[in-house]
């Protein structure tokens, strides 16, 4: 069973990527940035996708291929972008995956639509390291915008504390290497995933 509203794709692409060194969007791997690998994967699912981004990025060459949200606020990370996107369309569920997943697959995304909860503001894979929501491969419903303010309000601005602190359906992987992200060089090791030229 899943949620009335439609589902819109975010992907995440408006990080300062400090310990990669490069900007993790535009890591290539088999011929396709990560960015536009992770947009692509969206988009074979979902009848809109956008890329989350800065302003400071919204013009290069790369993100400005696609359909943007471009934050509203500074400093708060990955809640930038989900509460940007909430902002530009309260009506929708937005399912938000970031751009440095690279073993992310089509089954996933598939499993996380059939298994969208219409009961919780949101629905999340549990991590295969420590059984804690996965961020950043979610979908949030339109009720989770009124839990994520609480949270910000307070002083909360980690997505992750978010949905352990919340009503969050958490689902199984079916692939336990899916959401293994991506974060410095030597990350890259063995996986034919390459810094941008």
Request: glycine content about 6%; hydrophobic content about 40%; aromatic content about 4%.
């Amino acid at each position: 069973m899943t949620a009335r509203e439609p589902v819109w794709g975010l992907v995440l692409a408006g990080g300062k990527s400090r310990r990669m060194g490069s900007d993790k969007a535009l890591l290539r791997q088999n011929g396709q940035t990560q960015l536009s690998r992770t947009v692509a994967l969206l988009e074979a699912q979902l009848e809109r996708v956008f890329v989350s981004t800065t302003a400071a990025q919204a013009d290069d060459a790369e993100r400005s291929q696609f359909d943007q949200v471009v934050d509203r606020y500074d400093d708060m990370g990955p809640v930038a972008g989900i509460l940007s996107a909430m902002d530009s369309n309260a009506e929708v569920s937005w399912l938000v995956l970031a751009c440095d997943l690279p073993n992310v697959d089509e089954a996933t995304i598939a499993y996380l639509l059939e298994n969208l909860s219409p009961d919780h503001p949101a629905t999340a894979y549990r991590s295969t390291h420590d059984d804690l929501p996965e961020p950043l491969c979610a979908i949030y419903r339109p009720e989770a915008r009124e839990v994520i303010d609480g949270f910000v309000e307070q002083g909360m601005n980690c997505p992750r504390k978010i949905l352990i602190k919340s009503n969050t359906h958490l689902l199984e992987q079916p692939n336990p290497a899916a959401l293994h992200n991506i974060n410095t060089p030597e990350d890259l090791a063995g996986t034919g995933i390459t810094l941008a030229s």
